[in-house]
Protein backbone atom coordinates (compact mmCIF):
# COMPACT_ATOMS: atom_id res chain seq x y z
CA UNK A 1 0.00 0.00 0.00
CA UNK A 2 1.40 3.37 -0.93
CA UNK A 3 0.49 6.47 1.26
CA UNK A 4 -0.41 9.32 -0.29
CA UNK A 5 1.97 12.07 -0.19
CA UNK A 6 2.06 15.71 -0.48
CA UNK A 7 4.36 16.74 -3.43
CA UNK A 8 6.37 19.89 -3.00
CA UNK A 9 9.72 21.25 -4.83
CA UNK A 10 11.78 21.39 -2.62
CA UNK A 11 11.76 18.22 -0.94
CA UNK A 12 13.50 16.93 -4.41
CA UNK A 13 16.62 17.96 -3.77
CA UNK A 14 16.62 17.64 0.48
CA UNK A 15 16.08 15.07 2.52
CA UNK A 16 14.64 12.07 2.16
CA UNK A 17 14.09 8.72 3.35
CA UNK A 18 16.08 9.16 6.56
CA UNK A 19 15.59 5.87 8.12
CA UNK A 20 15.15 1.85 6.91
CA UNK A 21 13.19 -0.45 8.93
CA UNK A 22 16.35 -1.67 10.59
CA UNK A 23 16.59 1.96 12.04
CA UNK A 24 19.88 2.22 9.97
CA UNK A 25 20.54 5.50 8.36
CA UNK A 26 19.52 4.40 4.63
CA UNK A 27 19.78 7.43 2.43
CA UNK A 28 19.94 11.04 3.79
CA UNK A 29 20.77 13.37 0.79
CA UNK A 30 19.07 12.51 -2.55
CA UNK A 31 21.90 12.49 -4.81
CA UNK A 32 21.68 14.31 -8.05
CA UNK A 33 21.16 11.47 -10.79
CA UNK A 34 23.84 11.48 -12.84
CA UNK A 35 25.45 10.05 -9.68
CA UNK A 36 23.31 7.55 -8.73
CA UNK A 37 23.70 6.17 -12.04
CA UNK A 38 27.34 5.60 -12.14
CA UNK A 39 26.30 3.56 -8.84
CA UNK A 40 24.55 1.35 -11.39
CA UNK A 41 25.80 -2.17 -11.12
CA UNK A 42 27.21 -3.94 -13.86
CA UNK A 43 28.80 -7.17 -11.94
CA UNK A 44 26.53 -10.32 -11.79
CA UNK A 45 28.85 -11.65 -8.95
CA UNK A 46 28.02 -8.30 -7.11
CA UNK A 47 24.49 -8.00 -7.43
CA UNK A 48 24.05 -11.01 -6.04
CA UNK A 49 26.38 -11.16 -3.26
CA UNK A 50 24.35 -8.04 -2.32
CA UNK A 51 20.94 -9.83 -2.64
CA UNK A 52 22.43 -12.70 -0.36
CA UNK A 53 22.15 -15.06 -3.31
CA UNK A 54 24.89 -17.93 -3.87
CA UNK A 55 27.38 -17.26 -6.20
CA UNK A 56 26.71 -20.23 -7.75
CA UNK A 57 24.20 -19.45 -9.79
CA UNK A 58 26.88 -17.33 -11.92
CA UNK A 59 27.00 -21.15 -13.30
CA UNK A 60 24.09 -20.31 -14.99
CA UNK A 61 24.62 -16.61 -15.86
CA UNK A 62 25.98 -15.59 -19.24
CA UNK A 63 28.70 -12.39 -19.68
CA UNK A 64 26.93 -10.74 -22.63
CA UNK A 65 29.83 -9.10 -24.01
CA UNK A 66 27.10 -6.50 -26.02
CA UNK A 67 24.34 -6.32 -23.82
CA UNK A 68 25.72 -6.81 -20.26
CA UNK A 69 24.01 -6.60 -16.91
CA UNK A 70 22.90 -3.26 -15.81
CA UNK A 71 20.84 -2.36 -12.57
CA UNK A 72 20.52 0.35 -10.61
CA UNK A 73 20.78 0.22 -6.48
CA UNK A 74 16.75 1.50 -7.04
CA UNK A 75 15.77 -0.90 -8.50
CA UNK A 76 17.54 -3.54 -7.00
CA UNK A 77 16.18 -2.32 -3.05
CA UNK A 78 12.80 -3.40 -4.12
CA UNK A 79 13.96 -7.07 -4.49
CA UNK A 80 13.67 -9.66 -2.22
CA UNK A 81 17.02 -10.78 -0.47
CA UNK A 82 17.62 -14.78 -1.05
CA UNK A 83 14.95 -15.51 -3.61
CA UNK A 84 16.59 -16.66 -6.71
CA UNK A 85 13.08 -16.27 -8.28
CA UNK A 86 12.42 -12.43 -7.33
CA UNK A 87 10.62 -11.03 -10.41
CA UNK A 88 12.39 -7.69 -10.68
CA UNK A 89 16.18 -9.87 -10.57
CA UNK A 90 14.26 -11.84 -13.46
CA UNK A 91 13.98 -9.12 -16.18
CA UNK A 92 17.73 -8.17 -15.44
CA UNK A 93 19.94 -11.14 -14.73
CA UNK A 94 21.35 -12.57 -17.78
CA UNK A 95 21.21 -16.56 -17.84
CA UNK A 96 23.19 -19.01 -20.22
CA UNK A 97 19.25 -19.80 -21.34
CA UNK A 98 19.47 -16.91 -23.69
CA UNK A 99 22.55 -17.91 -25.34
CA UNK A 100 20.78 -21.65 -25.98
CA UNK A 101 17.80 -20.34 -28.18
CA UNK A 102 19.41 -18.86 -30.74
CA UNK A 103 17.31 -20.29 -33.28
CA UNK A 104 14.22 -18.55 -31.90
CA UNK A 105 13.26 -14.64 -32.64
CA UNK A 106 15.67 -12.43 -34.56
CA UNK A 107 17.97 -9.69 -34.20
CA UNK A 108 15.23 -7.24 -34.88
CA UNK A 109 12.04 -8.43 -34.57
CA UNK A 110 9.89 -5.68 -35.11
CA UNK A 111 12.13 -4.50 -38.74
CA UNK A 112 12.44 -1.36 -37.53
CA UNK A 113 15.56 -1.02 -39.74
CA UNK A 114 13.44 -0.99 -42.63
CA UNK A 115 11.30 1.59 -41.45
CA UNK A 116 13.89 4.20 -40.75
CA UNK A 117 13.15 7.69 -42.82
CA UNK A 118 16.45 8.96 -41.41
CA UNK A 119 19.20 7.42 -38.65
CA UNK A 120 17.09 6.48 -35.85
CA UNK A 121 14.06 8.04 -36.77
CA UNK A 122 10.83 5.70 -37.47
CA UNK A 123 8.10 6.61 -39.30
CA UNK A 124 5.61 3.34 -39.33
CA UNK A 125 2.25 5.14 -38.44
CA UNK A 126 0.08 7.82 -38.88
CA UNK A 127 0.31 10.92 -36.91
CA UNK A 128 3.32 9.95 -35.50
CA UNK A 129 7.12 9.83 -35.64
CA UNK A 130 9.53 7.61 -33.01
CA UNK A 131 13.06 9.04 -32.15
CA UNK A 132 15.71 6.20 -31.01
CA UNK A 133 17.50 8.80 -29.04
CA UNK A 134 20.06 7.02 -27.63
CA UNK A 135 21.22 3.75 -26.62
CA UNK A 136 21.68 4.22 -23.05
CA UNK A 137 19.50 2.77 -20.55
CA UNK A 138 19.73 2.93 -16.43
CA UNK A 139 18.66 -1.29 -16.49
CA UNK A 140 19.05 -3.27 -19.18
CA UNK A 141 15.96 -5.79 -19.35
CA UNK A 142 17.17 -9.16 -20.47
CA UNK A 143 13.46 -8.93 -22.93
CA UNK A 144 14.60 -6.13 -24.65
CA UNK A 145 14.07 -5.94 -28.53
CA UNK A 146 15.83 -3.09 -28.64
CA UNK A 147 18.99 -4.88 -27.45
CA UNK A 148 20.83 -5.59 -30.75
CA UNK A 149 20.03 -2.18 -32.37
CA UNK A 150 23.16 -0.46 -34.35
CA UNK A 151 22.94 2.83 -32.20
CA UNK A 152 26.06 4.42 -33.43
CA UNK A 153 24.91 4.31 -36.62
CA UNK A 154 21.41 5.84 -35.73
CA UNK A 155 21.61 8.83 -33.83
CA UNK A 156 18.70 11.25 -34.84
CA UNK A 157 19.40 13.56 -32.12
CA UNK A 158 23.13 14.18 -32.41
CA UNK A 159 24.81 15.55 -35.63
CA UNK A 160 21.63 14.16 -37.20
CA UNK A 161 19.20 16.52 -35.43
CA UNK A 162 19.00 18.95 -38.20
CA UNK A 163 17.73 16.50 -40.92
CA UNK A 164 15.54 14.91 -38.35
CA UNK A 165 14.21 18.24 -37.69
CA UNK A 166 13.85 18.82 -41.57
CA UNK A 167 12.37 15.71 -42.12
CA UNK A 168 9.44 16.73 -39.14
CA UNK A 169 9.15 20.22 -40.92
CA UNK A 170 8.17 18.97 -44.16
CA UNK A 171 5.91 16.13 -42.43
CA UNK A 172 2.57 18.47 -41.87
CA UNK A 173 0.36 15.31 -40.73
CA UNK A 174 2.81 14.39 -37.92
CA UNK A 175 1.49 16.01 -34.94
CA UNK A 176 3.17 13.27 -32.18
CA UNK A 177 7.01 12.86 -31.80
CA UNK A 178 7.90 10.21 -29.39
CA UNK A 179 11.28 10.16 -28.24
CA UNK A 180 12.10 6.25 -27.19
CA UNK A 181 15.49 4.24 -27.46
CA UNK A 182 17.54 3.24 -25.32
CA UNK A 183 15.87 5.33 -22.40
CA UNK A 184 15.97 9.50 -24.03
CA UNK A 185 15.96 10.27 -20.36
CA UNK A 186 19.48 9.36 -20.14
CA UNK A 187 20.07 12.22 -22.01
CA UNK A 188 21.19 15.58 -19.69
CA UNK A 189 18.03 18.38 -19.25
CA UNK A 190 20.40 20.85 -21.21
CA UNK A 191 20.34 18.71 -24.28
CA UNK A 192 16.95 17.82 -24.05
CA UNK A 193 15.56 21.18 -23.18
CA UNK A 194 17.47 22.16 -26.58
CA UNK A 195 15.82 19.79 -28.57
CA UNK A 196 12.27 20.01 -27.02
CA UNK A 197 12.33 23.89 -27.79
CA UNK A 198 13.45 23.09 -31.60
CA UNK A 199 10.66 20.51 -31.72
CA UNK A 200 8.26 23.59 -30.17
CA UNK A 201 8.74 25.63 -33.57
CA UNK A 202 7.21 23.54 -35.46
CA UNK A 203 4.13 24.32 -35.86
CA UNK A 204 1.81 21.10 -36.53
CA UNK A 205 3.16 19.51 -33.49
CA UNK A 206 1.12 19.04 -30.84
CA UNK A 207 2.26 16.26 -28.74
CA UNK A 208 5.80 15.35 -27.32
CA UNK A 209 6.07 11.47 -26.16
CA UNK A 210 8.43 10.05 -24.22
CA UNK A 211 9.27 5.97 -23.75
CA UNK A 212 10.60 5.75 -20.74
CA UNK A 213 11.89 3.65 -17.71
CA UNK A 214 14.15 5.91 -15.92
CA UNK A 215 11.63 7.85 -13.74
CA UNK A 216 10.81 3.84 -12.24
CA UNK A 217 14.54 2.29 -11.92
CA UNK A 218 16.05 5.94 -10.94
CA UNK A 219 13.78 8.14 -9.20
CA UNK A 220 16.87 10.46 -8.66
CA UNK A 221 16.01 11.79 -12.69
CA UNK A 222 13.10 13.37 -11.45
CA UNK A 223 14.66 16.79 -10.10
CA UNK A 224 13.80 20.24 -10.60
CA UNK A 225 15.85 20.48 -13.74
CA UNK A 226 13.21 17.77 -15.78
CA UNK A 227 10.47 19.65 -14.71
CA UNK A 228 11.24 22.50 -15.87
CA UNK A 229 11.52 21.76 -19.20
CA UNK A 230 8.28 19.64 -19.29
CA UNK A 231 6.69 22.71 -17.96
CA UNK A 232 8.00 25.03 -20.54
CA UNK A 233 7.42 23.55 -23.68
CA UNK A 234 3.81 24.56 -25.64
CA UNK A 235 3.42 20.58 -26.38
CA UNK A 236 0.82 18.10 -24.69
CA UNK A 237 3.38 15.38 -22.80
CA UNK A 238 2.64 12.38 -22.78
CA UNK A 239 5.44 9.80 -20.71
CA UNK A 240 4.86 6.09 -21.29
CA UNK A 241 6.43 4.44 -18.17
CA UNK A 242 7.29 0.64 -18.31
CA UNK A 243 6.05 -1.57 -14.98
CA UNK A 244 6.35 -4.85 -15.72
CA UNK A 245 5.37 -5.79 -11.76
CA UNK A 246 3.82 -4.09 -8.89
CA UNK A 247 6.42 -4.93 -6.45
CA UNK A 248 8.85 -2.34 -9.30
CA UNK A 249 6.35 0.14 -7.41
CA UNK A 250 8.03 1.40 -4.14
CA UNK A 251 7.47 4.27 -1.73
CA UNK A 252 10.45 6.41 -3.21
CA UNK A 253 8.94 5.53 -6.43
CA UNK A 254 5.36 6.77 -5.40
CA UNK A 255 6.99 10.11 -4.09
CA UNK A 256 9.20 10.89 -7.20
CA UNK A 257 6.52 10.44 -9.89
CA UNK A 258 4.39 12.98 -8.08
CA UNK A 259 6.00 15.42 -9.08
CA UNK A 260 4.85 14.95 -12.25
CA UNK A 261 1.06 14.69 -12.07
CA UNK A 262 0.91 18.18 -13.83
CA UNK A 263 -0.76 19.76 -15.64
CA UNK A 264 -0.88 18.78 -19.66
CA UNK A 265 1.30 15.83 -18.33
CA UNK A 266 -0.38 12.25 -18.77
CA UNK A 267 1.42 9.23 -17.04
CA UNK A 268 0.43 5.76 -18.83
CA UNK A 269 1.96 2.51 -18.84
CA UNK A 270 3.29 -0.36 -20.90
CA UNK A 271 4.17 -3.56 -19.90
CA UNK A 272 5.50 -6.76 -21.66
CA UNK A 273 4.10 -10.06 -20.50
CA UNK A 274 7.06 -11.90 -19.28
CA UNK A 275 6.52 -16.12 -18.26
CA UNK A 276 7.79 -16.26 -14.67
CA UNK A 277 7.25 -12.82 -13.66
CA UNK A 278 3.73 -11.38 -14.85
CA UNK A 279 2.31 -14.16 -16.10
CA UNK A 280 -0.69 -13.97 -13.80
CA UNK A 281 -3.77 -12.55 -13.29
CA UNK A 282 -3.65 -11.71 -9.81
CA UNK A 283 -0.30 -9.99 -10.29
CA UNK A 284 -1.51 -7.95 -13.63
CA UNK A 285 -4.71 -6.96 -11.90
CA UNK A 286 -2.83 -6.26 -8.42
CA UNK A 287 -0.35 -3.82 -11.38
CA UNK A 288 -2.79 -2.06 -12.47
CA UNK A 289 -4.40 -0.81 -9.09
CA UNK A 290 -1.11 -0.03 -7.94
CA UNK A 291 -0.54 2.32 -11.01
CA UNK A 292 -3.56 3.79 -10.10
CA UNK A 293 -2.28 4.51 -6.95
CA UNK A 294 0.95 6.40 -8.05
CA UNK A 295 -1.74 8.39 -11.08
CA UNK A 296 -0.82 6.17 -13.84
CA UNK A 297 -2.86 4.59 -16.20
CA UNK A 298 -2.45 1.16 -17.93
CA UNK A 299 -2.05 1.41 -21.70
CA UNK A 300 -0.39 -1.62 -23.35
CA UNK A 301 0.02 -5.21 -22.41
CA UNK A 302 2.82 -5.73 -25.14
CA UNK A 303 3.31 -9.42 -26.51
CA UNK A 304 7.06 -10.20 -26.44
CA UNK A 305 8.84 -9.09 -29.52
CA UNK A 306 10.88 -12.14 -30.46
CA UNK A 307 14.04 -10.85 -30.02
CA UNK A 308 16.58 -13.72 -29.97
CA UNK A 309 18.21 -14.61 -26.33
CA UNK A 310 14.39 -13.97 -24.85
CA UNK A 311 12.41 -17.33 -25.78
CA UNK A 312 12.65 -18.19 -22.52
CA UNK A 313 10.15 -15.19 -21.74
CA UNK A 314 7.17 -15.94 -24.32
CA UNK A 315 4.08 -16.38 -23.08
CA UNK A 316 1.62 -17.93 -24.99
CA UNK A 317 -0.85 -15.48 -26.70
CA UNK A 318 -3.88 -18.15 -26.02
CA UNK A 319 -2.57 -17.40 -22.27
CA UNK A 320 -2.05 -13.98 -22.36
CA UNK A 321 -5.90 -13.59 -23.74
CA UNK A 322 -7.14 -15.95 -20.86
CA UNK A 323 -5.40 -13.32 -18.80
CA UNK A 324 -6.81 -10.73 -20.06
CA UNK A 325 -10.38 -11.55 -19.46
CA UNK A 326 -9.79 -12.36 -16.52
CA UNK A 327 -8.75 -9.27 -15.60
CA UNK A 328 -12.11 -7.36 -17.30
CA UNK A 329 -13.82 -9.31 -14.96
CA UNK A 330 -11.85 -7.96 -11.92
CA UNK A 331 -10.89 -4.27 -13.21
CA UNK A 332 -13.10 -1.20 -14.39
CA UNK A 333 -12.32 -0.61 -17.83
CA UNK A 334 -10.13 1.94 -17.72
CA UNK A 335 -7.50 -0.16 -15.64
CA UNK A 336 -7.63 -3.35 -18.11
CA UNK A 337 -4.22 -2.64 -20.74
CA UNK A 338 -4.84 -3.40 -24.42
CA UNK A 339 -2.89 -6.79 -25.38
CA UNK A 340 -1.13 -6.12 -28.40
CA UNK A 341 1.87 -7.32 -30.57
CA UNK A 342 3.88 -5.40 -32.81
CA UNK A 343 3.10 -6.90 -36.64
CA UNK A 344 5.67 -5.64 -38.97
CA UNK A 345 4.10 -3.67 -42.10
CA UNK A 346 0.93 -3.41 -39.86
CA UNK A 347 -0.24 0.31 -39.85
CA UNK A 348 -0.63 0.08 -35.82
CA UNK A 349 -0.46 -2.19 -32.66
CA UNK A 350 -2.16 -5.38 -33.79
CA UNK A 351 -4.53 -6.09 -30.39
CA UNK A 352 -4.49 -9.76 -29.86
CA UNK A 353 -8.22 -11.49 -28.96
CA UNK A 354 -9.54 -14.57 -28.11
C1 LIG B 1 4.89 1.57 -30.95
C2 LIG B 1 5.28 2.61 -31.91
C3 LIG B 1 4.63 3.86 -31.93
C4 LIG B 1 3.54 4.20 -30.96
O1 LIG B 1 2.36 3.55 -31.24
P1 LIG B 1 1.05 3.93 -30.39
O2 LIG B 1 0.07 2.90 -30.75
O3 LIG B 1 0.68 5.32 -30.77
O4 LIG B 1 1.46 3.87 -28.96
C5 LIG B 1 5.00 4.77 -32.87
N1 LIG B 1 5.98 4.51 -33.76
C6 LIG B 1 6.63 3.35 -33.76
C7 LIG B 1 7.70 3.13 -34.76
C8 LIG B 1 6.32 2.35 -32.83
O5 LIG B 1 7.00 1.21 -32.82
S1 LIG C 1 14.63 0.28 -20.42
FE1 LIG C 1 13.55 -0.10 -22.35
S2 LIG C 1 15.05 0.32 -23.96
FE2 LIG C 1 16.19 0.09 -22.03
S3 LIG C 1 16.78 -2.08 -21.95
FE3 LIG C 1 14.83 -1.89 -20.86
S4 LIG C 1 13.24 -2.34 -22.41
FE4 LIG C 1 15.18 -1.86 -23.51
Redesign the pocket.
Given at each position: MITKTTPSLHCLNGKSGENNADGQQARTVKRDWQTALSEAIRDPRELLTQLKLPVSLLEQSSLSPTFPLRVTQSFIRRMQPGNPLDPLLLQVLPLNQELKDTDWGSLDP?C?QH?MQGPGL????QG???LVSTAACAIHCRYCFRQHFPYQQANPLGSQLPATLAYLNAHQDIH?V?L?GGDPLSLSDERLSRIVEQLDQIPHLKTLRIHTRLPLVLPERIDANLLKWLQATRLKVVL?LHINHPNEIDQEFAESIAHLQLPGVSLLNQSVLLRGINDSAEILVSLSHMLFEVGILP??LHQLDKVQGAAHFEVPAETGVKLLAEMRHKLPGYLVPKYVK?IPGEP??YPIFG
Open positions: VDALHKYRVLEISVYYEAK
